[in-house]
């Protein structure tokens, strides 16, 4: 049951990546100072992490995947409400709604897998 998460934390970072990597070269993101470059590092760090998690079966990676698309949303949330470092997005495009689904799949899954990291630690304990 395991696989099916990291597969779904790592098609989840790894959406999230492409719709970052699309909107920094295709978008203008690229010109925009201080996002573009977060947009670019989001990209790669999604790429990264899903590598990990498919490969490196530990917790930490699974808080990765629940920080990354944590962070990334909260950031979204600010841009379309009160601005992120000048940015100000209106949830109008494909991009847009991908890039939500993407890290909301990021979030529940990374979260799936580290409370069952919790709960097998725990009853490995208990079985001591």
């Not at 934390?9 to 909107?23: I, N, Q, R, T």
């Not at 670019?40 to 990765?64: E, M």
Request: hydrophobic residues 60%; contains cysteine.
């Amino acid at each position: 049951m395991d696989k099916w998460w990291r597969g779904l934390a790592a098609a989840g970072l790894a959406g999230s990546a492409l719709v970052h990597f699309l909107l920094y070269w295709d978008s203008g993101y690229a010109d925009i100072d201080v996002v573009g470059p977060l947009f670019l590092l989001n990209g790669v760090a999604g790429v990264v992490i899903a590598l990990a998690v498919l490969f490196w079966q530990h917790w930490l990676l699974a808080l990765a995947a629940f920080g990354f698309g944590a962070a990334t949303l909260v950031s979204y949330f600010l841009a379309t409400t009160v601005g992120f470092f000048g940015v100000h997005d209106r949830f109008t495009s494909q991009f847009e709604y991908w890039g939500v689904v993407t890290e909301v799949l990021c979030v529940v899954s990374g979260l799936i897998l580290l409370v069952r990291d919790l709960r097998s630690r725990r009853a490995v304990t208990v079985s001591r």
